[in-house]
């Protein structure tokens, strides 16, 4: 998952950055790599705000051509598929934790931006979902 970024000017100087995407992100840093740099922070930091109120993570649009993106970690990325897919089927934690015959608990971390999850814990979540988590190179 990699979210366009907008990079704007500061009038103290340096850059502002803002995603289209996510408009709870927004940073600055004191040139063009250093605010990059905490786009990746603010990026995850707002994605705190969907996952703590269950609201869908919209995705990245396409980036414009020469466009500066922020990608997520993969773990992260895998969090914000599992969300989605729970909002959308309208599936809470305890009855993802019956399928997965799993304490309540396991799913909520599973769930939680702050807590370090193994990414097979989050695909066999998305196939009981009747989804597959598929990693590729590109």
């Known amino acids: 998952m990699r979210y366009p970024v907008n990079l704007e000017a500061a009038e103290e100087g340096g850059f502002v950055v803002t995603f289209p995407d996510i408009p709870e992100a927004i940073t600055q840093g004191a040139d063009r790599a ?3 740099h905490h786009a990746a922070d603010a990026l995850e930091s707002a994605l705190e705000f969907y996952f703590d109120a269950r609201r869908t993570v ?3 649009s396409k980036p414009r051509r020469g466009q500066s993106v922020v ?3 993969a773990s992260v990325a895998a969090k914000v598929l599992l969300l989605n897919e729970m909002i959308a089927q309208k599936v809470r934690p ?7 015959q799993v304490k309540p608990q396991e799913v909520t971390r599973l769930i939680d931006l702050r807590h370090t999850s193994k990414i097979d814990g989050i695909a066999g979540a998305l196939k009981a979902l009747g989804k597959t988590l ?3 190179a590109a």
């Open 34 to 36: 250093d605010a990059l």
């Open 58 to 60: 919209p995705a990245p």
């Open 71 to 73: 990608e997520l970690p």
């Open 94 to 100: 305890a009855e993802l934790a019956r399928r997965l």
């Open 134 to 136: 598929e990693i590729r």
